[in-house]
Structure formats: structure tokens, C-alpha cells
């Protein structure tokens, strides 16, 4: 049952931001005019455009970044945990973790528009640092997505950085003190405190993304608690409690989607069989893995990837 939906706000007065977005919104368009990712000669920094909405949600794994969404609007399920935002709002991922998500709000004259930003956890802790002289205020139980307000002078700094496209002479020596400003600003925003747990060695957070890359690395083999919470210097309980505050969802569920994640990466980039990705994965039921692949992805895995092979015969 999902939980603790984290709805669009209903429209307020925007002018103070109004011109920001509308900057970001005609750079962006300018360096991408057609769909999907694009990844750009800045370090660290993605596009994405959208279209058209649709109903069925992708699914994806993320990593520490923030979202800065200069128009349209986006819903992402993390276990049973719903969120909505739109572009009075920013998007941050505190940790790796298994999405669905759909773009609900797009059209081809105003396609949903989103400027991606890596963030860099060493780096962020130099930030924390400066930004929280005094230290930080305590976070019992953050989550791998927070959502807050869209800092006009953040989406400013945003438009500012795909300016260097523009500019590939001075990038080079621009960028860094531009990302910086972004993340200082972020730090200093209401969700600052919870994005300084992404790069505190003793936050909670931190601990999990421990398991997190330990399961990761590790996924093919079968999950021993125990272990994962001794990395947390955690009790079982807690540890427990903790991973799935940040994750909604056990240790359990979480390397299930990791591994079926995996399974349809390299059957569709390595044209690997389904035999062979189930044990390659770490399965070692063929029926087992095409039932959760199915529940996972709504497809078969055998249908998912031939409609990669031959597009044409699944759309016929």
C-alpha cells in the first residue's frame, strides 16, 4: 500500500521565480531539442526532456544528485512511498535506490524540462563543513528523496551553468565554482540539513549507503543482516528500522530489484538469454526470476528483451 504522498503544491504567486524558470527552460531547449537523457561536456551534469506524459512508469536505478526542474512535472515511486514535484520544487537523491517514475505533466509545446546534477558526497562534506560551522542539526530518519522548495537563485545558478556550453575556454575554471554555489545554497535551503547526512561519516544515512554499496557490490550473493549491520556498527533492529526508513523497503526487496535491475541491463545491452542472466544474477529458479521480472516490469523478461531486438514485431 502506498504511502505518504508528497503532492504538488496548488498554484501560488510565482513572479519572483517566474523569469529564473523560463531562462533555464529556453537553455535547455537550446542545447536539447529532441527526448530523453543527454549527458554534456560539463562533469557531473545530464539533461532530460520529456514530451509527452506517460502512464507507465519507467524503472531505474538512481544515485546522489539533485533535480532542478524548469518545467513540467514528475512522480517517483521508492517502495511504497509516493512523490510529486513539479518546477517550484527541487529533487534531491541522497543515496543509489530502485525508482519507478512517470512524467505527469508534459506536452510537445511545453515538453517537461530537468536539469540533472551529480552530486560528489567528498565533495558535499567540504561544503557541510562550511555551511554547518557549528555542526549539524540531527536528522532521526532521513530518506533517499527529499523534496523543497525551488531556490530562485539556485535555478539562476543553473541557467549560469549551461551558459559554459557557451563558454568552453573559461568551463574548465566556471563550472566548479558554479556547482559549488548550487550545493552551498542547497545546504543553506529548508532540506539543507538532510542533504548535509549524504556526506556525514556518522549519520544514519551514510551508515545505510554502507550496506547499500556493500549489497551493490555484492548483490549475486545471498544477504547475510547480520553482517550489513555490523558495517553500520548497528544492532539488527536498528539497522533494520534505519534501511528501511532511507530505502522503503527491506534489505531483501531492495537486492531483489537490484538484481532484477541488473538482469535486464545485460540482456539488453549484452543480448544475454534469460537462462543465463537469471543464474548470472544471482537466481537459481528460471520460473522464479520470469515471476518477479514480470511483477517488477509488467513484462516478460523474454518479451522485454525481443522488443529490444525487434522493435517492430512488438508494436505490429
Known amino acids: 500500500m502506498l504511502k505518504n504522498i508528497i503532492s504538488i503544491p496548488q498554484p501560488a504567486d510565482y513572479d519572483e521565480s517566474e523569469l529564473s524558470r523560463a531562462r533555464l527552460s529556453a537553455l535547455i531547449n537550446r542545447h536539447i531539442p529532441h527526448d530523453g537523457y543527454h549527458d554534456l561536456p560539463l562533469k557531473g551534469v545530464r539533461l532530460y526532456r520529456a514530451s509527452v506524459s506517460n502512464i507507465d512508469p519507467t524503472r531505474d536505478l538512481t544515485n546522489p544528485g539533485m533535480c532542478i526542474i524548469a518545467q513540467g512535472a514528475k512522480r517517483v515511486v521508492i517502495g511504497n512511498e509516493v512523490f510529486e514535484y513539479d518546477n517550484s520544487r527541487m529533487a534531491v537523491y541522497s543515496t543509489e535506490v530502485p525508482v519507478s517514475a512517470n512524467i505527469i505533466k508534459a506536452s510537445k509545446d511545453e515538453p517537461y524540462l530537468c536539469l540533472i546534477i551529480d552530486i560528489d558526497?567528498?565533495?558535499?562534506?567540504?561544503l557541510t563543513l562550511r555551511a554547518f560551522p557549528n555542526g549539524l542539526p540531527k536528522v532521526q530518519y532521513p530518506k533517499a528523496l527529499f523534496i523543497g522548495k525551488a531556490d530562485p537563485k539556485i535555478v539562476e545558478a543553473g541557467s549560469r551553468l549551461l551558459e559554459l556550453l557557451s563558454q568552453p575556454d573559461d568551463a574548465e575554471f566556471l563550472q566548479p565554482l558554479i556547482t559549488d554555489e548550487i550545493f552551498i545554497r542547497l545546504l543553506r535551503s529548508d532540506i539543507g540539513p538532510l542533504v548535509a547526512q549524504i556526506s556525514s561519516k556518522d549519520s544514519n544515512l551514510q551508515r545505510v549507503s554502507k550496506a547499500i554499496k556493500s549489497i551493490r557490490e555484492n548483490f549475486k550473493e545471498s544477504i547475510k543482516v547480520d553482517d550489513l549491520a555490523l558495517l553500520c556498527n548497528m544492532s539488527v533492529s536498528a539497522f533494520h528500522n534505519h534501511f528501511k526508513a532511507v530505502t522503503s523497503m527491506t534489505p531483501i526487496q531492495f537486492?531483489?530489484?537490484?538484481?532484477?535491475?541488473?538482469?535486464k541491463q545485460i540482456m539488453l545491452t549484452k543480448m544475454m538469454d534469460v537462462s543465463t542472466a537469471c543464474m548470472y544474477v544471482g537466481y537459481s529458479s528460471v520460473s522464479q526470476f520470469s515471476r518477479e521480472y514480470s511483477r517488477l516490469f509488467g513484462i516478460s523478461p523474454s518479451k522485454d528483451a525481443r522488443s529490444h531486438l525487434y522493435p517492430l514485431e512488438s508494436t505490429s
Open 121 to 126: 558526497p567528498q565533495k558535499m562534506a567540504e
Open 255 to 263: 537486492q531483489k530489484e537490484l538484481r532484477l535491475h541488473e538482469a
